[in-house]
Nanobody, 126 residues
Framework: QVQLVESGGGSVLAGGSLRLACAAF??????RGWFRQAPGKEREAVAR????????YYTDSVKGRFTISQDDAKNTVYLQMNSLKPEDTAMYYC?????????????????????WGQGTQVTVSS
């Protein structure tokens, strides 16, 4: 069993930055991701990292602004969010799964992830 504990989030003005953290306890999943869900919208993949070789994947709307990274010693994944926009406002969830290859980790289907954090709210005001 894997437990994911999130921290970070909050409220910022447009153009500001936030960093989210997701610590894993129990095992070391090799595919870690961040998803977000705004009211009335489906949950979407924001960024994923295949921790075996640190390959990263991003949805187009956050490329160049968000960075996903890992700290293996802490079994923790971070999401650095810069140049935040009001449309980034959502509940952010970290997720994890075990995969055999990076190709599977590239997929952003939430249903493929077995483990989820509790969610943390990010609000960006203009």
């Amino acid at each position: 069993q894997v437990q994911l504990v999130e921290s970070g989030g909050g409220s910022v003005l447009a153009g500001g930055s936030l960093r989210l953290a997701c610590a894993a306890f129990g095992y070391r999943p090799n595919c870690r991701g961040w998803f977000r869900q705004a009211p009335g919208k489906e949950r979407e993949a924001v960024a994923r990292i295949y921790t075996d070789d640190s390959t990263t994947y991003y949805t187009d709307s956050v490329k160049g602004r968000f960075t996903i990274s890992q700290d293996d010693a802490k079994n923790t994944v971070y999401l650095q969010m810069n140049s935040l926009k009001p449309e980034d406002t959502a509940m952010y969830y970290c997720a994890a799964r075990f995969t055999f290859n990076r190709g599977a980790c590239a997929l952003g289907d939430p249903s493929a992830y077995n483990y989820w954090g509790q969610g943390t709210q990010v609000t960006v005001s203009s």
